[in-house]
Every structure is written in C-alpha cells, then in structure tokens.
C-alpha cells in the first residue's frame, strides 16, 4: 500500500451493473469517482458465475439497462433468456461505451472502511499490494445480493482428491467435464441450471438434494426479430410498465388479478397450463393470491408437482423431486430439461434429507447409505446473500460503531439505502429494498438514480454530511417486516431469510413490491429527503 492514498469524491465498491452505472451518473454530476472491484474484470455476478448453464431467468430485453435509449436501441440480444457470457459481453460493452474503464481499478479488494468524523471523509483500505488506500467524502456500496458464495462445512471437504468447484467461483477458462464421474450438491437455482449441462458430458452425475426446487420451464430459444422490433418501438413504455410490476418485469404477460380460489378447478388449470406453456417466473402472477394464501399457493404447487411426475419417467424419483413447502417462498427456478435430466440412464438423485451427507472423503460424497465415488465435486450451495459482502468489509461508521455489530441481529436500513451512524455511505439494492424480489436492473437503475439525486441535493443546499435518522430508519425495518408478514415468504427456510447461513439472525431481507417501494422513495425525496439529517 502507498502512503499517500488517492482522494475522491465518491468511490463505488463493485463493477456489476450497480457499480458501472453509478460511475456513469456520478461523473455525469461532475463527481470525481473511483470504482474498485476484486475480480479481474467487469460484470460483477456475471463475472463470478461461469458454471455451465448459467443464465439469467429474467428475459433479456428486460434484464438490460434502460438510461440510455440509444444503448437499448443497439444493443442485440440473442436469445429470450441471455446465457452468461452474454451478459458479460454487454457488461463489457457498457464500461467501453460509457469509457468507465479509466475510473476502473480492477483485483483491488476493498477491505475495511472506516468514517473519519472529523474530516467527514470516508478511509478506504484495500488488499493491494501496492496500490493506494483511498479517502472518499462518499461511498455506495455496489457489492451485490449474491455475490458471497456459501460452501457448506462438510467434514473432510479439503481431503477430496479430485476437482471442487463452487458455480459461484467458476474458472474463466471452463472445466471439462468429458467422461467425468460429476457429483452436485444444491437444487436451486444454480444447481437446476448447471445439471442437464454437466449431465450431457459427464460419464455420471449424481445430485446431491436435500430440498427439490420448484421449478418452471424456460422454454428459451432465439429471439424472433420482429418480436423485438416491436419491443424496441416502445421501449420506454415498456421500462415504465415494468416499473409499474411488484416484481418490475414481466409487463408482457401481467398478473392475474383474480384469486386462484374464485375459480373452478378446471378454469385454474387452464391458467396454470397457460403459464407453464409461456415458461419463466410470470407462473407466479397466474393469480394474485399465491404468496398470501396457502390454500391458493397450494393450488399451485399441486399444479407443479404433476408436472414433475407427468415429466420424471420413474414415479420414485419423480417423487422425490417433488416440493413440498410452499411455491415461490424459495427462490422459484426456472430451467432447460432440468426434470428430464433425470430420466438419463448416467443421472442418479440423492436425497440428502432421507440420507445425510456424513462426510467429504477423497473419493467422494459419504451419505449415511453409502460413497458416491466421484472426479469432480460440484457446489451449487448458494450465497450468503444480501449482506454476505458488506459483512465482509470491515465498515466502521460513526462513533466507533461497526456494521458487524448493528447488524448483529439482522440488517437496519433507512429505504434499503442507507445506515443510521454510517453518514455518506449507501447501499445499492441493499437489504429492506425490495431488489432480489425483482428484476435488479430496474431496482439497481432506481437506486443509482435516487442516491445520484440526493446526492446532488446535498451539493446544492451546502450539505457535506447525509445521514439516515435513527427514528426514520427503525420505522422503516417494522414497515419491511409488517410486509413481509402478509406473505408467505418468511414460512420456509431460505436465503431471504438467511436460513441457509449457519449463525445468522433469521429476518426476512427484502421488501416485496416495487411499485410501492418507489412510491415511497420519491415521496421522501419530495420532502426534503425526510429522514434524513443533511449537516
Ligand atoms: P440457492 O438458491 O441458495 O441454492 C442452494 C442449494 O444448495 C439449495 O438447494 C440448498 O438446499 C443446497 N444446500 C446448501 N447447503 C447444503 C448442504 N449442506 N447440503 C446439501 N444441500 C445444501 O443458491 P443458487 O446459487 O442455486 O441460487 C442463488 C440465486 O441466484 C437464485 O435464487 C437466483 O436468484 C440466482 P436447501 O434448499 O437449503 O435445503
């Protein structure tokens, strides 16, 4: 680390989609910026997430930035669900376009991150060698909801003798898998997506699950170009529709405003059939009651469990591979052949809920029924999500007072942007945002749109410091509560919640609705940023 650390007026930690376009609007405002990112290129998620299959499963011509008409207009997307290394290219794309590279300081870790009150500044540490600290009047966070990844403590894990791989950390120059004895731990959305791939190449595959995964087709292909001139034509429309979403995408196949129980069962089906035929997470909206009521939520997952038996050729798998917790409390999956990935003669299912992982051996996976042998050990077991990265970097605000520790018992925000006792320090799609409930372009462009407003605000009333109120920010936790508690969401066990992290507290971390959400924001913003103290 140099001595004199480089000073600026905003540095960004992460270049995903959130870091790229805060870098582009902050120097738009004339902000001097600085954006460092640990990987060694842009792209952020889809930098990290290599693993054969990987895809986004909202539809790329709206899991695409909207701030920039003529970038949309160009931009082509090849297919209805963009696989990875596409999205890396637009990403890619968008930091040459925009010329951010510059303000880019890439495999540079920001470490710890400490509030000088007195100089009102923020001091910057990183894992370089021999690059500068910084020193910043403000910082957004850009650390992204999923970008921690989560190996379970398997006895024995660092004895395997062949490859481990977490889908989360896969090599940049692929793995193959070609006559490979393959095993995967994890159903969600990973694992769905990477199994039917590995399962073409390998010699056998064997998935390790221990909760089936609700799951909708994809039916992904090539765009159709007259569908997307259409679309291109009213672009601007569509981004404002989809703002108008709970879940901000999907204005293209609305939500039934009706109750799956007002209807016979005959009509349900024929929605449910509806849906499953157009693919993809609008299956959810096929009635408006589905994540309040359990008797309708009901009527759903009993439509999706007969599809995995009218799909999976041997009842007993087929039943084992059936959800049985509520659809859509979990992260929904949707997927390319992942059911019938199972009819293959080289796939095997192990039901780690009936058979307990015991062990890592070198030879394989020892679940109390016997050792799967195996060359390759797949981990597709998740993110410690939402607060993972920031928990990470040592933040130390106001008065000595760590994020670590007021977070102790679950993450307190002012919006999902902010911390009391953390002045000048914002997060993008942070927790008591709605943002993994949604399409995250759109909650990352409102973000980055609305501290980019505030923060414009402040220069023009005088105000070097922005801080959230303490009354304004524990409202706002009971309001994401009080939320969260009309649904079904906080009923099973999931990263939402962060059940799957071993020791951490169990709060339901999104906020579900967007259109509310920034309903609210604007409304805060047209008070004087009420709730917060402008110095
Ligand atoms: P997820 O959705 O958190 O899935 C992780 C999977 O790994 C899930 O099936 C877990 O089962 C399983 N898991 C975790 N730990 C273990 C152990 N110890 N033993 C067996 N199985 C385990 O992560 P993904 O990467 O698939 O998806 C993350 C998000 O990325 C996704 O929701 C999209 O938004 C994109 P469990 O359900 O906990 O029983």
Known sequence: ??????????????????GLYMLHRARGQGLDTVVVEAAEGVGGTWWWNRYPGARCDVESV?????????LQQEWEWSERYAPQP?????LEHVADRFDLRRDIVLGTRVTAAGWDDAAGRWRITTDAADGPAYDAR??????????????????????FAGTTLHTGRWPAEGVDVTGQRVGVIGTGSSGVQSVPVLARDAAELTVFQRTPAYTVPAHNGPLDPDEVAAIKAGYPELREANRQMGTAFGARFPPNDGSALAVDEEERTEVYERRWAAGGLPFLAAFNDLLVDPAANETAADFVRGKVRSIVDDPEVAERLSPRQVIGCKRMCVDTGYLATFNRANVHLVDVAETPIEAVT??????????????????????DAMTGALARIAITGRDGR??????????HTY???????????????????????????????????????????????????IEADHGAQEGWVEYVNAV??????????????GANVPGKPRVFMPLPGFPAYAEHCAHVAANGYEGFTLT
């Not at 992204?144 to 006895?155: F, K, Y």
């Open 1 to 18: 680390m140099t001595d004199t650390p480089r000073s600026v007026d905003l540095l960004v930690v992460g270049a995903g989609f959130a």
């Open 138 to 159: 403000c910082m957004v966070m850009a650390t992204g909801c999923l970008s921690m990844p989560m190996t379970p403590d398997i006895p024995g894990a660092e004895d």
């Open 62 to 70: 709206e899991y695409s930035y909207s701030f920039d008409e003529d």
């Open 362 to 383: 070198p030879e394989g996976v020892r679940t109390t029924e016997g050792t799967t042998e195996l060359d390759v050990l797949v981990f597709a077991t998740g993110f």
């Open 402 to 411: 760590r994020l670590a520790d007021e977070w102790e018992a679950g993450p």
């Open 415 to 465: 919006l999902g942007l902010a911390m009391e006792g953390f002045p000048n320090l914002f997060t993008v799609t942070g927790p008591g945002s709605p943002s993994v409930l949604t399409n995250m372009v759109v909650s990352i462009e409102h973000h980055v749109e609305w501290i980019g407003d505030l923060l414009a605000h402040a220069e023009e009333v005088g105000a070097e410091r």
């Open 86 to 90: 596409e999205i890396l290219r637009y």
């Open 484 to 497: 969260a508690g009309i649904t079904l969401f906080p009923t099973c066990s999931s990263w939402y919640l």
